[in-house]
């Protein structure tokens, strides 16, 4: 099994539409992080969470939302989709210190219609 | 904040050598990485430099000069399954102090990773 898995891996919704990505990890790290990609593009930090208790916006957080429901738990919310949030969507973790990057997952494409 | 920049697109010979650069303006450094990422998929992590230096993983190497916010990642002997896309991602120290609150004393440093926009790499015939 994946050490950290998003669902779902494929999804067209239409503009207005709430949705919600999941992202679970077994790596047992306490920080969790959203990004979207765009063709092309780097990727941009929409939400990070260094523990249960703690949410943080990043970059482009305007139209998102997210629950840390437990430390493997980690879900992003679009409360009403809109084109432009069309995007490859990725989740990460990653340990508290030294040479420790993230760990991705598999990514989630979402196409608003 | 941070400010990373790096080549969009480099093109190379298979089993030739490709070098590439990203430069970074930052506010705080506790790190430097480097992940491949093919088309469509996740990235994955190929090197780490803190200190100033060279770091060679088999065909690939990383160099890092804190003092001028540059490094590069070499790609030796190149095959076609290196097309990919490169990323350049710095980890932010200013997020140290926040990260240890929240952390409860674990003495952990902050680990928020700002990429680059991602260089493709084609490597022909």
């Known amino acids: 099994d994946a050490d950290v898995t998003q669902t779902p891996r494929n999804r067209i919704t239409k503009t207005g539409k709430r949705i919600m990505l999941e992202c679970s990890q077994t790596k047992g790290h306490d920080r969790m992080y959203w990004y979207r990609q765009d063709p092309g593009l780097g990727l941009q930090l929409i939400y990070y969470s260094f523990d249960v208790k703690d949410i943080n916006k990043g970059e482009i957080s305007d139209g998102y939302s997210v629950s840390r429901q437990a430390q493997a738990k980690f879900s992003l919310s679009l409360e009403s989709a809109i084109p432009n949030q069309t995007a490859l969507y990725f989740c990460a973790t990653s340990p508290g210190q030294g040479a420790g990057g993230y760990t991705f997952g598999s990514g989630t494409r979402l196409t608003v219609v | 904040g941070q400010n990373i920049d790096q080549p969009t697109e480099m093109t190379a010979t298979e089993g030739a050598i490709v070098q590439i650069n990203c430069t970074y303006q930052?506010?705080?450094?506790?790190?430097l990485f480097w992940y491949q990422q093919h088309a469509g998929e996740a990235p994955t992590f190929l090197s780490y430099?803190?200190?100033?230096g060279l770091e060679e993983k088999g065909r690939f190497s990383s160099f890092l000069s804190r003092s001028k916010g540059y490094s590069y990642l070499l790609l030796k002997e190149l095959q076609m399954k290196d097309s990919a896309s490169y990323l350049c991602a710095v980890r932010d120290q200013s997020e140290r102090l926040q990260a240890q609150l929240w952390s409860r004393n674990k003495g952990a440093a902050g680990n928020k990773l700002t990429f680059g926009g991602g260089t493709r790499v084609l490597v022909k015939p």
């Open positions: 430099n803190v200190l100033d």
């Open positions: 930052t506010s705080g450094f506790n790190g």
